[in-house]
């Protein structure tokens, strides 16, 4: 748990980790003890290739800092018309977006 004025440290080898396949994911602060819930921060490492799918989260946004290598971000309008097939995850976007590659 944080406390007002303390840093919030995680050492090598500490947080959670979810294996995500191509990707690993390290969390270092998430969660009411940590941040109050504002936000959630996480170290991703990997190999080459796609790391997930085009998706949206409904309740926050994504924000990147690439520390070593690159990495290729896509906008909807730059998506093919195939690229989104679930019906659900076109609906949401279309709704918070106003457009979904056709």
Avoid: C
Wanted: proline share 8%.
């Amino acid at each position: 748990m944080s406390l007002p004025h303390h840093a919030h440290t995680v050492s090598p080898g500490e947080g959670r980790t979810a294996n995500l396949g191509v990707a690993q994911m390290r969390v270092l602060a998430a969660g009411k003890d940590t941040t109050d819930g504002a936000f959630t921060l996480a170290e991703f490492t990997g190999g080459p290739g796609p790391w997930t799918v085009p998706h949206i989260h409904q309740a926050m946004e994504e924000s990147f800092y690439v520390l070593d290598g690159a990495f290729t971000f896509f906008e909807l309008a730059d998506l093919s018309p195939d690229a989104i097939t679930d019906p659900a995850v076109r609906a949401a976007i279309s709704a918070r977006h106003d457009s979904v590659p056709a």
